[in-house]
């Protein structure tokens, strides 16, 4: 008779591995964020991923476009897909304000179906800041006022708004059973698609309120803003002090924007050092979007133009570069097509352009790896200005002495986020002694690493080769209550490349260390000008809190995360 439940529970087991195959498996816990990285199924989640907005919303699609589109993103190894949760207007999703039409809204609900039984996790936004779609000014023409801006603040415009809210959240899936609200194929919910007002503080305010809303009703998904993150102050405004805000976004199209390589390098890499180390959220790169020619295709056909993807491949290995080095949570591209579907905007990608999606599945296999293995992050924001230090410099003895004071700022120019340490001046053979970087507590206490998840403590430095050759370095410790210098051997450093030195490679106890800095020396040759230096913790696979390495260890101001850029 006991074996009766247990056969029962079995058999509705294996009906719905049937019915849904796969969902259950891969698709088996909600998306987290903590500190500056995601967290799926109490491991990290760092992902690569797309965007198709019409999979789930557009009445001409089809199943079978959908499942292309979806089973293209899954042989490319991308585990999130960006799609549209709104289509607003007539013959969309909501044909009117509050009506909606049951026969598109079948098609979300597959699109959701189908991504949860591949094991692909969705961001799903609730309205457009542009008219494609419907989008805000849909709002603005129902509710019978005028101007874009009036959707921030009318309160008929919020009330529709807020409406097609409840009614996404609490959407029963017809396929899966499953509300919206409940279903951990949905990894985020989105305000909307690149807002944007005349005002900041207008939108700062709509954010602020409609968060919260939404957290009201579902507290277990994840949600962001969709801001584009074009003006940086802007950038942090939105995402600063917002406890409903899980994590920033941002987007880039050079084309559009009259962007150069370098620049949008740079542009990536300003806005992830802003999360990590002022927001302390994780940060994506929402949408990303390169003309497969070097201009738009014209006619849009589905091939894209000429099919020359060279200039497209450069600029996506670049910034995938950035986002995965630079610590960034994930990516999602612009735009992932189904074969057939036009190349209206000219950034289509097809299965059938090998060399870019050959790009993008090594990207996804590098992303993956991060979620199994160790993540190293940066200890020490050198690039903000605002960690409050004070100097000691003293050139004839060759010493920098750094300790945490009142907000005074940080003394030396600030190079890409790394500190730049300028002052040396080594000529001559042999070994000729250069000088330190030293870095203290504040109030000289201990920094006490035990049980904060740290494999390795590293220490990365740059030598620009333009300023000579034959430079080394070394490192040396004070551990505990002892001043005994403990110093490692030196090591070359190659002119114009990172060289990451390791703590314990050294044999050095990081479980109570007092200070510690970087000594140079020269081997012959010379050297003239600055080095750049980073201070790194390789964490272990378990996630930690996402509080703190170091606060309550005496580096008081200190536990913002940095990185280390390119130079």
Known sequence: MRLLPL?????????????FPGSLLANNGFVSAQGTQFSLNEKPFYYTGTNNYYIGIDPGI?????DEVLQSAKDMGVTVVRAWGFNDGSGGLQTAAGVYDETVFKKLDYAISKAGQLGIKLIIPFVNNWDDYGGMNQYVNWAGTTGHDSFYTNATCKDYYQNHISTILNRVNTYSGVAYKNDPTIMSWELANEPRATNSDTLKTWITTMSAYVKGLDSKHLLTTGVEGQNLADFR???QNMPNIDFATMHIYPDSWGMNLTASKQY???R???????LRLPVILEEFGKYRDVAKPVPAVPTGGSGNTT???TYFQSFYDVVRESHGAGSNFWILYHNSYPD???FGVYSQDTSTTNIIKNEAALMSAKNSGYRTVPLFDFGTGTQGWTRDWNPSGGSLTL????????????????LQVNGLNLTGSGWVDGGAVRFIPYNYGIMNFAGEGIEKFTVQVLAPEEYGSGLKASIYIHTGSSWTWNEGPWIALTPGEWTEIYFSTLGFDLTSLRDFGVHFALDGGSYIGPVYIDFLATESPVPLPGSVLLLGSGLLGLAAFSRRKRQ
């Open 344 to 346: 209206h905007d000219g």
């Open 311 to 313: 200039t497209r491949d």
């Open 268 to 270: 990536i890499d300003d």
């Open 237 to 239: 405004k939105y995402h």
């Open 272 to 278: 992830i050092v802003e999360a990590n180390t002022m």
């Open 7 to 19: 056969i029962r529970l079995l058999t509705t087991l294996l009906l719905l591995l049937l019915l």
């Open 403 to 418: 300790s945490q004071t009142e907000a005074k700022g940080f003394p030396f120019p600030i190079s890409n986020g790394a």
């Open 62 to 66: 089809s199943q079978p476009q959908v």
